[in-house]
Nanobody, 124 residues
């Protein structure tokens, strides 16, 4: 089992920055690729970014490329999502997820473990 706890969500103005954290615990926490997803009000949950278990590979959804950066510190069992140049359309609940995989995984249904989410609100 892997437990995931997100933090760092907040209200921020357009153009601002936030860094989300996802603390993982459990015997196999460092053996997982880690992803971030988000769900805006009235919309389905969507993929944001993913990082491989070693951190050597990353992949981003087109709407966040060049603005968001995913990283991980396996010594701390923590994954980060640095979000810059935030836009109102980035407003959503952001979820951290884990999947037992060597490679990056984009499909939501492939992830095994999910956190409870953290709210990000970008105000104009």
């Amino acid at each position: 089992q892997v437990q995931l706890v997100e933090s760092g969500g907040d209200v921020v103005q357009v153009g601002g920055s936030l860094r989300l954290s996802c603390a993982a615990s459990g015997r196999t926490a460092s053996s997982n690729a880690m992803g971030w997803f988000r769900q805006a009000p009235g919309k389905e949950r969507e993929f944001v970014a993913v990082i491989s278990r070693t951190g050597g590979s990353t992949y981003y959804a087109d709407p966040v490329k060049g603005r968001f950066t995913i990283s991980r510190d396996n010594a701390k069992n923590t994954v980060y999502l640095q979000m810059n140049s935030l836009k109102p359309e980035d407003t959503a609940v952001y979820y951290c997820a884990a999947v037992n995989s060597w490679t990056v995984v984009v499909g939501e249904n492939e992830y095994d473990y999910w956190g409870q989410g953290t709210q990000v609100t970008v105000s104009s």
